[in-house]
């Protein structure tokens, strides 16, 4: 009963966090017997959540043991599917036992259940494919075994992509793999259990790599990031498959040229880091280049944004009163309880599902005392407090967009030809990095 309510508020939690998820082959995730699925793993518990939301059966996956520190946590999060086990870089915690965990893991696939499992061991919000650790294959592999007449064990590689992972109205991308069978590797097992595993989990790293956006360093990502900033910064029209597609093109783009002419790697970061200097001296950013140079058509879109922003500043306002104490208190929350970037936005998700029912039902109660509501007024105030909240955000993220604009045109005006420069800048960067 708690993982179904559970998955219920997290399932809207999600879409309401982030503004497109968009699942790829999702048929797979269909299937009678047992199931492993290998995905990698960016974002900390959003990852697991994101697959419980999707599969249309309940899963239970692996979860490192810090997590389960006390006795309240541990029945909590039992109850949502989670199985606690001890990592070498985390130590012991009490209570968790690697063995028993395991012997979990087996009972939970006799009973032909999902078991999802991320290989990496840890999670990073990179680009990265990082070392995968064999005890996933060792828990397969040690299935079949145990269990030889099972024939249905089937292992489902997806792949997990976030535009901006960490932040809200981003964009995620769950691609997923073809179920295969693993029944031919168990020989090479039961000969040398170790080499088995390492085999089976080089075979896990190439189905992922296959999925996924890769990087080759954390220097090439963030020139990819660069690259993709100057060249292609237009997030509201880009779908995600196409975002991801831009950053495989690029990634793959850069690593081939770095294979075969390094000295061209320094000269592509010389010619980003000028063109971004003289974009952060302006304060403008390179994708209103390919909203187009006439100044006219410019001025116009101006004003008509500026009437809109009129027009709607009560709603704005409306939606700001009713949303600011719970939108701070969870800012400030997240300030004093988040250090790491993966964490940023399953702990904002869990203190929204706090925090603002509690501000709704606060500021109802508290107009309850002065004027006395209808249930029909009830219904359409709690209805356009989060819906207006929802416009604030994005009025506000508007308004910084109308002042971006503003400036541009303004350079417009005073330097017309610098601007066509710079255009011409980029177009000879993009011939750069496509020049063979």
């Known amino acids: 009963m708690l993982y179904k309510i559970f998955k219920f508020l997290i399932s809207n939690a999600i879409r309401f966090y982030y503004k497109e998820i968009r699942v790829e082959n999702v048929k797979q995730l269909s299937h009678e017997g047992p199931l492993i699925i290998i995905a990698n793993h960016p974002n900390t518990l959003m990852d697991a959540w994101l697959l419980s939301v999707i599969s249309p059966n309940k899963i239970y996956y692996l979860t490192k043991g810090t997590f389960f520190s006390t006795p309240l946590k541990m029945w909590f999060l039992r109850s949502l599917g989670m199985i606690p086990v001890n990592r070498m870089v985390d130590g012991k915690t009490q209570g968790v036992e690697n063995a028993h965990s395991f012997e979990e893991c087996f009972k939970i696939l006799e009973q032909s259940k999902t078991l999802v499992v991320f290989p990496e061991g840890n999670s990073v919000m990179e680009r990265t494919l990082r070392p995968l650790k064999s005890g996933t294959a060792r828990i397969a592999l040690e299935f079949l075994q145990r269990n030889p007449t099972v024939k249905n064990l089937k292992i489902l590689p997806v792949g997990l992509y976030y535009s901006r992972g960490n932040q809200y109205t981003s964009s995620v991308l769950v691609k997923i793999g073809e179920k295969e069978s693993i029944d031919h590797y ?43 900033a100057i060249l292609h910064d237009n997030d509201e029209e880009l779908t995600i498959e196409q975002r991801a597609s831009i950053f495989k093109e690029l990634h793959e783009t850069i690593h081939q040229t770095q294979e075969e002419n390094p000295s061209k790697i320094k000269e592509i970061h010389q010619l980003v880091s000028n063109f971004q200097m003289k974009f952060n001296n302006l304060s403008i950013r390179s994708s209103l280049l390919s909203k187009g140079m006439g100044r006219g058509k410019n001025v116009r879109k101006l004003i008509l944004s500026l009437f809109l922003f009129l027009l709607s500043f009560p709603v704005y306002f409306f939606g700001l009163v009713h949303n600011f104490i719970p939108f701070y208190t969870t800012h400030f929350l997240m300030q004093k309880l988040v250090k790491d970037v993966e964490y940023y936005a399953p702990i904002a998700i869990l203190l929204s599902i706090v925090m603002y029912p509690l501000n709704y039902l606060g500021i109802i109660l508290l107009f309850d005392w002065f004027v006395d509501f209808s249930a029909v007024i009830h219904i359409f105030y709690v209805f356009l407090m989060p819906t207006t909240g929802v416009f604030a955000y994005k009025y506000a993220k508007a308004a910084k967009e109308f002042l971006v604009r503003f400036r541009y045109i303004v350079l417009l005006y005073n330097d017309k030809e610098a601007m066509k420069k710079l255009l011409a800048d980029r177009e000879s960067l993009k011939s750069f990095i496509q020049a063979k």
């Open 186 to 228: 168990l020989p090479d097992y039961l000969e040398n259990n170790a080499g088995g595993a390492r085999k089976l989990t080089n075979d896990f790293r190439i189905k992922l790599e296959n999925l996924l956006v890769i990087s080759q360093s954390k220097d090439q990502e963030l020139l990819v990031d660069d690259l993709f």
